[in-house]
DNA sequence: CTTAAACGTTAGTGGCACTAACGAATGTAG
DNA sequence: CTACATTCGTTAGTGCCACTAACGTTTAAG
């Protein structure tokens, strides 16, 4: 009995390369993620927090690019973990200040080691020079495809 | 007010800019496919059919990489619009044979079109040269991870 | 002062990969 | 031949995730 390969002219059509290294990837990371009882949206808050400094929920909904429906949660388990100070903005008091506390700097030390890891193991098939080469198309393809530049962020009445 | 940019961390990790990637393919081919009542699914199973010839539901399954579970209601509608015949076989009762119909045919060469652009427009912002690339790559990603070699599709007691 | 917009929050939708279990048919071992 | 395991098509359901809708509140703009 044959191993029912994959046709030829499925096997070379981008969107579908695409969605398969994408579920691979997303399985990997997320596989290491949970883990250490943490999830993909966790590292991007932290990242953020840690490269740009303290932001509202909104601001860092347009800078990970989870939606502020779904930050909620993840900030309230952040917090929960006490990686995060929530606290509401003086001169604006319908944001809330999120910023970074120890435990958070910690915690994304950790989960920055992890990421790498996993970056590595996805990556591992490809010379340095094809991985560097691949994030770089990468790049100009999403780069290239963007929303009219603010995202919708639709919601609003 | 900045335009809150993505930090530059997040945007040089490769499982994201792959998700980022793929999910923008996603929306961009199923669009397409969309406006002629189609879908990512009837175009794999169609090309596979055309490409490898008639075949079980379970080897269409393995061949296309979509759940024999997913595979039913595919076929009902790719069925419906009589682009594909399924009979039960004479050899084994418990398989189904399913054949392209000349119908299946042309809705085949229509798709192929549709994809084709949806594709063209997908891989715009690169040269055909690093369009080469980013498949070549994709490919070696996307084989190196790859289930134990029968894929398990589970469900069996 | 009225109207519009942005904020945080809750609830819900739709697509998709994937699991579970079934009855029926076939293959395999003793 | 008989018992057991496996494969098939099929139905139902799960979990994840991007995304939408609507709300009360607060601030900004005309």
């Known amino acids: 009995m044959s191993p029912t390969p994959e046709p030829a002219r499925l096997r070379t059509i981008p969107s579908r390369l695409l969605a398969g290294a994408a579920l691979v990837a997303d399985r990997l990371v997320g596989e290491r993620l949970a883990a250490e009882d ?7 808050v932290l990242v953020t927090l840690a490269e740009a400094g303290a932001a509202s929920q909104a601001e860092l909904s347009r800078r990970t690019g989870i939606y502020r429906s779904d930050m909620v949660a993840v900030l309230n388990e ?7 100070r929530r606290e509401p903005a003086p001169a ?39 991985q560097d080469e691949l994030v770089r198309l990468l790049g100009l393809l999403t780069e290239h495809h963007r929303p009219p530049h603010p995202r919708p962020q639709r919601g609003a009445r």
């Open 78 to 84: 952040l917090a929960d973990a006490a990686c995060i």
């Open 92 to 130: 604006d008091r319908r944001r809330n200040v999120i910023s970074l506390t120890p435990a958070g700097r910690r915690r994304l030390e950790r989960l920055d080691t992890v990421i790498a890891d996993a970056q590595r193991e996805l990556l591992a098939p490809l010379t340095t020079g094809e």
């Open 38 to 44: 943490a999830h993909k949206w966790h590292f991007a």
